[in-house]
């Protein structure tokens, strides 16, 4: 295995992925989403109050970025995630390209490394699009009011801007954990449906059960979980412990699914 090697392979699937309707759409998505949702909440009267932050919408732009990190942690990650880790594997075995692309000069280690690094930058360009659409769509349609944090102190612009841009980063790793998590479905059943559902219904079900009553320490040991670490930055006195605990069990999610998915396709019969 080569980094020659691998960044061939990364070089060709992104190509093909810059041709794809689905990661344009997704794209898309995550520039206008945020901005749909901040004109909502400019013309209506209700607010998401059930949400952290979700008072807070039409008082500092601020609290939009935060509202929709919240959303995105239930419905948006997975999906993300999902959508081209979940395919990238389980393409070649749609179209029977395997035998073809094996018969180069790229290894099967080569293959893999590349199209994971591609699974995982696609899915963290889409967060960080996300982000970035969700700031601007607070702050150009909100305004940039100082934010009251969960403290109750009021951060101006700038602070509220820092604050918000390190919750968004926080979620980098848990990406990170449910994309291997999808390259690893997508090895193991070689179905595109399977490794773009299935991670997405496992990340709601990880969601599910932490509403029901049980022991802190296995909440704690799932990735989703992770995803709720930025909480504790948006205090008077921040704790850094919750998000050193989540990038410690999103790292081992992510090794855990890609050792899984690696030996699979190395042990794999493809003739």
Do not use: N
């Not at 293959?111 to 591609?118: D, E, I, R, S």
């Amino acid at each position: 295995m080569s980094l020659r090697g691998i960044a061939a392979v990364a070089s060709v699937e992104c190509a093909k992925l810059a041709f794809q309707w689905k990661t344009r759409l997704m794209i898309l998505v995550c520039v206008a989403g945020p901005f749909v949702f901040a004109g909502a909440m400019r013309i209506q009267d209700s607010m998401p109050s059930d949400t952290l932050f979700g008072r807070a919408v039409k008082e500092s732009g601020f609290a939009t970025p935060l509202v929709i990190l919240g959303f995105a942690s239930l419905w948006a990650f997975p999906v993300i995630s999902s959508l081209v880790g979940g395919d990238l594997f389980a393409s070649e075995d749609r179209y029977g390209t395997w035998k073809t692309i094996l018969t180069r000069a790229r290894s099967r280690a080569e293959f893999f490394a590349g199209k994971t690094l591609v699974a995982v930058g696609f899915a963290w360009l889409a967060a960080a699009v996300l982000a970035s659409s969700s700031i601007a769509a607070g702050v150009f349609v909100l305004g940039a009011d100082p934010l009251i944090d969960l403290s109750g102190m009021l951060q101006p612009a700038p602070e509220a801007l820092r604050l918000v841009a390190l919750a968004w980063a926080t979620t980098a790793l848990p990406v990170a954990a449910l994309t291997a998590v999808a390259v690893m479905v997508s090895v193991l059943t070689r179905s595109s449906a399977a490794g773009i559902g299935l991670p997405v219904v496992l990340a709601l079900a990880m969601q599910l059960s932490t509403l029901v009553d049980g022991p802190e320490l296995p909440r704690r040991l799932l990735v989703t979980t992770a995803f709720e670490a930025w909480h504790m930055l948006l205090t008077t006195t921040p704790s850094y412990r919750p998000v050193i605990d989540a990038a410690i069990v999103s790292l081992v999610y992510t090794v855990g699914s890609l050792a899984v998915a690696y030996w699979a396709l190395q042990r794999r019969d493809i003739g």
